[in-house]
């Protein structure tokens, strides 16, 4: 055999991992994630949160499973340790130490910040009960009811539109704050219980009730008759998905899911985020609080942070809202 050098072999830990079929991949980065995580992200420089999910060239999603990287900034320096395009682990099958090589993908966070911006799908504006020009627009992830009798309703969405956290200092909540309408023609709603936030603190969910008043006639439902009919109990990933904004449904691609993403809060400094499903979708201002959910009303998240340049959207995922034992009170969608 002559001319020509010959391609290099394939190891055998890559050949192990291209044979695996999807499932199984993304249950190896998933494994992967929750006993390799921190010290994997030790091991590079810049590092702020290790994900499963799908590789994106050129801001388009592959169907290339791998173990992503959320990084502040792509940095190409010779002092910076990158992350290399494949990452070597034993893992036990079959009761033996078997190496697989997982591909990676380094996903820049970019400069976005949470979105802050009677037919409850076209919006809502929270707002000081004592001072009504002091308000942030957002939206409605879905009207639930506690288990008492007769149940009370309440509106949940973002902690950091339904309690003014953008307004006040450090990430507190602002206790006096009622819910209106977008166009601020009908109060509807007043903060009821907040999840704890704290920058730089243990890992939070950005969310918050709101209890409707008692007679308020209020709804939501998109156009279509979209609205949530069933919580994903995380045992899916998120496919088919729209996000339902007040401008309307936008398409959101599911990219990665991410554990303990410290997010910059404007108003508190970087906010450790326990869970958060990755989309790309054109999300903007005002979305926060937006439904990530099947035309079907199979409700896989709600949106509450995002960068519209670069098409980032993070939404936590339903199943971690409507736990138990989370929030004051237990509830159900209605």
């Known amino acids: 055999m002559s001319g020509g050098s010959r391609p290099p072999k394939t190891s055998a830990s890559i050949r192990r991992w291209n044979s695996s079929t999807a499932s199984e991949q993304l249950a190896t980065v998933r494994e992967v994630c929750g006993t390799r995580g921190k010290a994997l992200l030790k091991s590079f420089d810049g590092g702020l949160a290790i994900g499963a ?5 050129a801001n388009e999603v592959s ?9 502040r900034r792509k940095v190409d320096e010779p002092h910076v340790r990158p992350v290399p395009k494949r990452v070597e682990v034993f893992l036990i099958r079959g009761g033996k130490r078997t190496k697989f090589s997982i591909p990676t993908d380094v996903e820049e966070l970019g400069d976005g910040e949470p979105h802050a911006g009677l037919n409850l799908a076209q919006g809502v504006r929270a707002f000081n009960r004592t001072n009504a ?13 506690d288990t008492s009798v007769p ?5 949940l969405g973002c902690r950091h539109v339904l309690a003014l ?22 109060r509807l ?19 918050a009730i709101s209890m409707i008043h008692p007679g308020s006639q209020v709804a939501w439902l998109a156009p279509g008759n979209v609205r949530a009919l069933a919580i994903e109990p995380g045992v899916q990933q998120p496919s ?30 970087n906010v450790v985020i326990a869970a958060a499903y990755q989309f790309k979708s054109p999300t903007q201002g005002g979305h926060s609080g937006s439904p990530v959910m099947t035309p079907q009303g199979l409700l896989f998240g709600m949106h509450f942070w995002g960068d519209t340049a670069k098409q980032i959207a993070f939404a936590i995922p339903a199943f971690l809202l409507f736990q138990p034992g989370l929030f004051s009170v237990n509830f159900h969608l209605v």
């Open 63 to 71: 169907d290339e499973i791998c173990l992503g990287v959320l990084v």
């Open 240 to 269: 088919n998905c729209l996000v339902y904004t007040p401008n309307g449904p936008l398409p959101a691609i599911f990219v990665k899911e991410w554990a303990n993403v410290p997010l910059p809060y404007p108003s508190c400094g």
């Open 189 to 207: 709603a007043e903060l009821h219980a907040t999840l704890p936030m704290a920058a730089n603190g243990r890992p939070c969910l950005d969310a």
């Open 133 to 145: 020009a002091q308000g942030v627009p957002g939206a409605v992830c879905c009207i639930v009811a």
């Open 151 to 155: 149940p009370n309703h309440y509106v």
């Open 53 to 57: 999910g799908f590789k994106k060239s």
């Open 165 to 186: 956290s953008l307004l006040t200092s450090g990430c507190a909540a602002f206790n006096a704050t009622d819910v209106a309408d977008r166009a601020m023609t009908t």
